[in-house]
């Protein structure tokens, strides 16, 4: 069997978006954030589609990546507030009409190169998610496609919903124009830990 590595491919946003979701994610860590951002090992990012890739195919991956950034003209990203989740997942989200659209399109160039690989979990996930989850699952690799997917930058992660969390923190507007595409190694919670190679949208 090959080898294999969960991947996060992303919208890795400007830098004075990255240092303002710093500024925040330093904020929530005095509150029991899990991990700070610090665009060192911790990369600020809206992610596009996580994926389990073999290695042996993680070349073809750039490559499409590559022609596929070639194809697009930056485009803005507008910042909807700031939200918190159930499962204590505090981000700032983005209307996300033209990522879905953008998701879609890259789903459906990864099918033939994840030969049908999972994350870690996904196979016991699967046995109690919602249909619309479990297809995503079988057919894009990733649970949170098209309706259900809502671009955000996430800040931190609490052990469990924080209803102070934002209480002394100012929100400011995020929204930016999108300009590059990131390949990142995957690690918990859905970080970005290590970058693989970065891609310019057309100018």
């Given at each position: 069997?090959?080898?294999?590595?969960?991947?996060?491919i992303?919208?890795?946003?400007?830098?004075?978006?990255?240092?303002?979701?710093?500024?925040?994610?330093?904020?929530?860590?005095?509150?029991?954030g899990?991990?700070?951002?610090?665009?060192?090992?911790?990369?600020?990012?809206?992610?596009?589609?996580?994926?389990?890739?073999?290695?042996?195919?993680?070349?073809?991956?750039?490559?499409?990546?590559?022609?596929?950034?070639?194809?697009?003209?930056?485009?803005?990203?507008?910042?909807?507030?700031?939200?918190?989740?159930?499962?204590?997942?505090?981000?700032?989200?983005?209307?996300?009409?033209?990522?879905?659209?953008?998701?879609?399109?890259?789903?459906?160039?990864?099918?033939?190169?994840?030969?049908?690989?999972?994350?870690?979990?996904?196979?016991?996930?699967?046995?109690?998610c919602?249909?619309?989850?479990?297809?995503?699952?079988?057919?894009?690799?990733?649970?949170?496609?098209?309706?259900?997917?809502?671009?955000?930058?996430?800040?931190?992660?609490?052990?469990s919903?924080?209803?102070?969390?934002?209480?002394?923190?100012?929100?400011?507007?995020?929204?930016?124009?999108?300009?590059q595409?990131?390949?990142?190694?995957?690690?918990?919670y859905?970080?970005?830990?290590?970058?693989?190679?970065?891609?310019?949208?057309?100018?």
């Amino acid at each position: 069997m090959s080898k294999s590595q969960p991947f996060n491919i992303v919208v890795y946003p400007p830098e004075a978006i990255r240092r303002k979701a710093i500024e925040v994610s330093r904020d929530l860590q005095g509150k029991g954030g899990l991990f700070v951002l610090d665009d060192i090992d911790y990369f600020p990012h809206v992610t596009i589609i996580m994926q389990e890739l073999p290695l042996e195919n993680l070349a073809n991956v750039r490559e499409m990546l590559r022609g596929f950034a070639a194809e697009l003209k930056p485009f803005a990203l507008r910042s909807v507030g700031y939200r918190q989740n159930d499962r204590g997942y505090a981000h700032v989200e983005f209307e996300g009409s033209h990522l879905r659209l953008m998701q879609k399109e890259i789903g459906e160039r990864l099918i033939s190169l994840r030969n049908g690989l999972l994350r870690k979990g996904d196979d016991e996930y699967m046995k109690s998610c919602s249909e619309l989850e479990a297809n995503n699952i079988r057919i894009y690799g990733y649970r949170f496609i098209g309706e259900n997917y809502h671009p955000h930058i996430t800040f931190t992660k609490f052990e469990s919903r924080n209803d102070q969390a934002y209480s002394d923190v100012s929100e400011v507007d995020f929204s930016f124009e999108a300009a590059q595409i990131g390949l990142f190694t995957l690690g918990q919670y859905g970080t970005c830990r290590e970058l693989v190679e970065l891609f310019n949208l057309s100018k």
